[in-house]
């Protein structure tokens, strides 16, 4: 539980900022930029906050250097009574001042900060303009003079603020992974019977670089998906798929629309659109989901009630697609049924041999490769059926599963005979291509640094 300041606590804050600030102007003879947070309450700290001041911290290290701003100290603290930074720097106070007001009135997040620049006589530069309530938008300090809204209100809206900085920023982020997981799913080579850099695999009608302009299509669905599954964590979990769905359909036709209507990504466009917008409804501007295990459990609350009315009504004559014809011909349930069910083939198999891999220092494409096996032994894959019936299918799965089993992580040589042998029999496993994908991604979003 954060810690509350009480009034003797922030006077003591503010006496040593000033005296920070007099230390550097005296030490450099130059102005010196005070940053701190308008948080209001007795609470000033928290993850939010925290994203919030490095968020703005960043910004102004940024238009620093863009101004060409050299910076003679820089001094933070990150005490109870709330975040602080100080910057000595070169430069005319007036620009110094303009760089802030800019940062300040830039973004939704900027309104929760103050940004004063106090020049070596310790004065500081006033703004040009009065800024607006935080809470009802009129300029001036007459809401704050008079108290005119009450304490929850105005948390109220800094919270509002800070959600609006980051869920946007983070929906973009997730969109952009995806996009990148997808064209890591597609270099990863060798695949057996798939697209990779060696060959197209079991298909004529697809290369890498399809799949990369058919990816790039979807960047913005993604990023949609993790919004609405923000926006509408509240609500039940089976009406917001019913939004993503519709999302779903019109990324689609996108799709069909870049590949002259190949399917390169139908399966990815359900399953990826589902774990963005799990990780959507776990999202916390301060702490965005990274545990695999609650992601696949918001993905089984999106999906479940979905699932289990599309097959309890599958008929012969309502089977359109090649995942309903397994299911009535050999109790496959495919994307559907592994999304229902929490993504057990990902975060239970792929996912462990992925991060075990890379921990042991094999290359990302090494060890997608070898979570890729993992997923075809398991069997499920309705692609694999749907091309070779069910013999040929369990035959290819269990000659994955046997290669595995004899050495953990076979030489590439033997996996590329795997590949000739998927094409000589016209077998892809694109369901298990569409889970390492969200292998791929959920690696990167929960266990990399870039995420």
Not at 58 to 78: A, N
Not at 195 to 214: A, T, Y
């Amino acid at each position: 539980m954060e810690r509350k300041v009480t009034v003797n606590d922030m006077m003591m804050a503010r006496d040593s900022r000033a005296s920070l600030q007099r230390k550097m102007t005296g030490r450099y003879g130059t102005p010196v930029i005070s940053f701190t947070m308008n948080i209001a309450g007795p609470v000033k700290t928290g993850a939010a906050i925290k994203r919030t001041f490095e968020w703005g911290k960043e910004r102004l290290l940024e238009e620093l250097r863009k101004g060409s701003v050299g910076i003679k100290e820089m001094s933070c603290s990150y005490a109870f009574t709330g975040y602080e930074c100080m910057i000595a720097c070169d430069g005319k106070g007036s620009i110094l001042k303009k760089i802030c007001e800019s940062i300040e009135e830039g973004s939704p997040a900027g309104r929760l900060f103050d940004m004063d620049v106090v020049l070596p006589d310790g004065t500081q530069i006033r703004r040009e303009h009065e800024r607006s309530c935080i809470v009802c938008g009129k300029t001036g300090k007459g809401c704050s003079s008079r108290r005119i809204h009450s304490l929850n209100e105005i948390l109220e809206a800094t919270e509002r603020l800070i959600m609006e900085q980051f869920l946007h920023f983070d929906s973009i982020k997730a969109g952009k992974m995806v996009v990148k997981a997808l064209n890591e799913e597609v270099n990863t080579t060798p695949k057996p019977g798939l697209v990779d850099r060696n060959n197209n695999g079991s298909h004529s009608d697809m290369d890498p670089e399809l799949f990369k302009k058919s990816a790039s299509s979807l960047e913005s669905y993604f990023a949609g998906c993790f919004a609405v599954g923000a926006e509408h964590r509240r609500d039940r979990a089976g009406e917001v798929f019913e939004v993503i769905k519709e999302l779903g359909m019109e990324a689609e036709k996108r799709m069909f629309s870049v590949t002259g209507g190949v399917n390169t990504h139908k399966g990815a466009i359900y399953t990826l659109g589902i774990i963005s917008c799990a990780i959507g409804r776990l999202w916390e501007p301060g702490r965005p989901e990274r545990d695999p295990n609650a992601i696949g459990k918001e993905c089984s609350r999106l999906a479940e009630r979905s699932v289990s009315e599309h097959f309890e009504g599958l008929s012969k004559k309502k089977a359109r697609t090649s995942g309903d014809r397994a299911y009535l011909e050999y109790g496959l349930k495919g994307i559907r049924g592994e999304a229902a069910e929490g993504l057990p083939s990902v975060v239970l198999v792929s996912l462990p041999v992925l991060r075990e891999c890379m921990e042991n220092g094999y290359s990302l494409n090494d060890s997608a490769v070898y979570a890729l096996l993992h997923l075809i032994a398991l069997g499920k894959d309705t692609n694999m059926y749907a091309r070779g019936g069910k013999e040929k299918a369990e035959r290819a799965s269990e000659a994955v599963r046997f290669l595995i089993e004899k050495e953990k992580y076979p030489h590439l040589k033997q996996i590329e005979e795997l590949d000739m042998a998927f094409m000589e029999k016209n077998l892809s496993p694109g369901g298990c291509a569409d889970l390492l994908a969200a292998t791929i991604f959920l690696y990167e979003w929960c266990y990399s640094e870039i995420a």
